[in-house]
Every structure is written in structure tokens, then in C-alpha cells.
């Protein structure tokens, strides 16, 4: 029988981009956690009518991406496919709203769609998401999307753009539904198949599509800024002066919808012109219905989530693998020092050190070869005569110094060996 791979549309992330992985969770969470958000973790799956009612039975993620099966009590579950549902959920059941003021949530994790498997896009893929609920106020709006761009910033990021759109209210949304049905059904044989069945179930989502044909004729359709009402205008001019006051660029594009049905109001996407086609790292807006649909009271409510598979891919493009290399690289022969060594390393390891324990067994040229490519500062050795008198050999990898302390030494943080330590770690140029 053949070796078993993994599922199609799934991926091992093995440990030298596991550490690109880290690198964004440890960034997102220390700003997150500065900005008052807490997190949140929901389960990863669901009743499915939560997902049919919250995302809208109309979208391509209920229609055709969704993992859905029965469970042994006949109950029609599905795998998350997003996670603001589920958050909104959440919220709801656990009566979050009660703890008064505004709730700031974030998660991150593994969501699931049925989709054709490319670069950046898994059928099982992660995301980091904020919510904001209880504001109605523009000023959440911007908090999120200047959340969003410092993130990317602190990673490094600098090629982005900010597209943004409001989508206005249902009533707003209902006055341009039927103005672009009315511009688009004189081309309606002309759009592609997927554009001509949302022409009577979902018009909108026509404007997001990829098809160059289509693309081509939406370009001069009505424009949804067009159909606001006053009230939608004014949040809509109120963001984009805020967006301005922080100096945070930004385009209007009057086709980014979203593919989700509970948008409103405001829209927005930050791209990468580093990624070519697949050019967003982050989208979300406003769904200020969503929490009355689900059956909670009238909550209004802003968020967004970035794609980490995407994200990752641009990191590899732009980055070197970030480092995690041991502060020591401890070496041992003879059963008495490997014995030894084993407890040295839990002890230093106990004082906040970084060790990594050779376990080979092998000769000590041999394991002094890995300790040099372990990126370690310094490699302690033990052999015989070391575990005889309980000292240790210390070589110092970037001038090979080397000399002699008792193993107690290496256990005090007031010892000239923790010290030296302690300082070459913190240098930026080591």
C-alpha cells in the first residue's frame, strides 16, 4: 500500500513556516490586546441554518462551498466557513451585550470551504478576525480598518491599498438593486453563467465578478454611492474623513461588495501589489443587521478578517525565514554527562533560557558540527571528566572562547556566564 498524503485542498505547515505563522500571531496579539480586544474561540462547526441565515442562502459560500453532513442524531451540521457567524453566535447566546459598553472580539483559526485548491487558497484555511459590537458611531469603522494596517505594518508590509465602498442600508441596497438589474439584463446573455444566475438571486455580487467579459461590462454600471440615502452619506463621509485624519490613504471603488450578504454600510478591502491577481489580505465592513437576524436585539457592528495563508505566501515572498535559534547548544558522552546533561538543560531551561540538548550520542566532533549550525551563542560540553568534578566545558561559538565554570555557575543569574549570556542575546548585531 502506498504512503498516505494529505487531503486535497488541505496542508501540512511545517516547522521553518510555522515560524512565519508565529511571528504574525505574536504581532496581532500584543496590538490587539493594547487596543481592548479580547479573545474569543468558537467551535468549528456549527448548526448550518446559523450560516444559511447569517452569510445568505443567495452566496456562493451557502451555495456551493460549504462542508455540510449529518451527524449520528440526523442534526445538519456544517463546518465553519467564516468566522464572524459564529462570533455573532456567541455573543447572542452567551448575552455579551449585557456586560454594557462596546464589545471588541477577536479570533483566529481554521475555517472551511469547498473550493478549487491555488496558491494562497486551501479548502481548510485560517483566519485572524476582529468584531466590533454596540457602535454605530464611524469612528469603529476606522478604529478596525487602522487596526488592520497597523498589523500589516508591524510585519513589515508596505506596498498596500486600501479600497474602499459603502454599501449602503437595505433600503439603499433595494433602490440599486433594481437600477443595475436594469442596466445589466440588456447584457444579460453576454455575462458569464455564474453572472446570469445571480441577475435575479444576488445582482451585487455580479460587480465582484473575475470574468473579463463581465468585468468589462459593469465597468460604466450604476455606482451603489449613487443610491444612499442621506443618513448613509453622511456615515459614509464621516469615515472617509477619519480615514483622512489619520492619514491612512484610500480609493473609493464602487464594485468591492464583499461576498457575504449581511454587509452594510461600509465596505473595504487592504490589497498587496505584491501578490499579483490574488492581491487582497484583508476585507471586511460594517453588518449592522446581522445580530437581529440571528435572533439577538439590535446591535450595530463592524469587523474584518485576514486570510493567513495569503498573508504567509506574501511574508515568504518579502522576508527571510525568521530565526529561532537556541541561546545554548548543550553537548554530552558517557552515560554519567548525558545524564547530567539532561538535568542542565531542564534547569536552564527553568531560568528562561533557550537550550537545545544534543541527543545523538554520537562523537563529540560530530555533535560540535550541529551546535555551529544550531545559530546558538554558546555550546556547553560534558563529558567524563565534567560530570566527575561537575563542571562543564563553555565555548563561546562566535570567537571560540573557551573555558571551564562549575555547572552551579550556570544556574545564577548573577554569574559573569548569565550575564555575558544575557548581553550578546540582546545585542541587535549578534
Known amino acids: 500500500m502506498g504512503a498516505i498524503q494529505a487531503t486535497r485542498g488541505t496542508r501540512d505547515i511545517l516547522p521553518d513556516e510555522v515560524r512565519y505563522w508565529q511571528r504574525v500571531e505574536s504581532i496581532a496579539r500584543d496590538l490587539l490586546q493594547r487596543a481592548a480586544y479580547r479573545e474569543i474561540r468558537t467551535p468549528l462547526f456549527e448548526q448550518t441554518d446559523l450560516f444559511e441565515r447569517g452569510i445568505g442562502e443567495a452566496t456562493d459560500v451557502v451555495g456551493k462551498e460549504m462542508y455540510t453532513f449529518k451527524d449520528r442524531g440526523d442534526r445538519s451540521l456544517t463546518l465553519r466557513p467564516e468566522g464572524t457567524a459564529g462570533a455573532v453566535r456567541a455573543y447572542i447566546e452567551h448575552n455579551l451585550q449585557a456586560q454594557g459598553g462596546v464589545q471588541r472580539l477577536w479570533y483566529t483559526g481554521a475555517m472551511f470551504r469547498y473550493e478549487r485548491p491555488q496558491a494562497g487558497r486551501q479548502r481548510q484555511f485560517h483566519q485572524l478576525g476582529i468584531e466590533v459590537l454596540g457602535s454605530a458611531d464611524p469612528r469603529a469603522d476606522v478604529e478596525v480598518m487602522s487596526i488592520a494596517i497597523d498589523i500589516l505594518h508591524s510585519l513589515g508590509l508596505t506596498n498596500l491599498y486600501l479600497d474602499l465602498n459603502s454599501v449602503g442600508n437595505a433600503s439603499d441596497r433595494q433602490s440599486y438593486r433594481q437600477a443595475l438589474v436594469d442596466y445589466l439584463t440588456p447584457y444579460q446573455a453576454d455575462l458569464d453563467p455564474d453572472s446570469q444566475t445571480r441577475l435575479t438571486r444576488n445582482p451585487l455580487r455580479i460587480l465582484d465578478s473575475k470574468d473579463p467579459r463581465t468585468q468589462e461590462i459593469t465597468q460604466n454600471a450604476p455606482s451603489i454611492l449613487h443610491h444612499l440615502s442621506p443618513a448613509s452619506q453622511q456615515h459614509f463621509d464621516r469615515v472617509q474623513q477619519l480615514l483622512s485624519d489619520l492619514s491612512i490613504p484610500y480609493q473609493l471603488n464602487f464594485r468591492l461588495v464583499r461576498g457575504l450578504d449581511y454587509y452594510t454600510h461600509t465596505a473595504f478591502e487592504i490589497q498587496s501589489a505584491d501578490l499579483g491577481a490574488q492581491a487582497t489580505v484583508c476585507g471586511g465592513g460594517r453588518y449592522d443587521g446581522l445580530v437581529t437576524e440571528l435572533g439577538g436585539p439590535d446591535t450595530p457592528a463592524v469587523g474584518w478578517a485576514i486570510g493567513l495563508e495569503r498573508l504567509i505566501l506574501l ?5 527571510p525565514v525568521p530565526t529561532s535559534a537556541p541561546d545554548i547548544y548543550l553537548i554530552s558522552r558517557g552515560d554519567a554527562a548525558e545524564a547530567q546533561a539532561l538535568l542542565l538543560a531542564q534547569r ?83
Open 315 to 319: 511574508l515568504q515572498k518579502l522576508q
Open 348 to 430: 536552564l531551561r527553568q531560568t528562561g533560557l533557550a537550550v537545545e540538548l544534543d541527543l545523538s550520542g554520537s562523537a563529540f566532533g560530530k555533535q560540535f558540527k550541529r551546535a555551529d549550525r544550531s545559530g546558538a551563542i554558546v555550546c556547553l560540553v560534558l563529558g567524563d571528566a565534567e560530570a566527575e568534578t561537575n563542571t562543564v566545558q563553555v565555548k563561546w561559538l562566535a570567537t571560540a572562547e573557551q573555558e571551564s565554570i562549575a555547572q552551579a555557575d550556570l544556574l545564577s543569574p548573577s554569574a559573569a556566564f548569565y550575564q555575558r549570556l544575557t548581553q550578546i542575546s540582546q545585542d541587535p548585531n549578534y
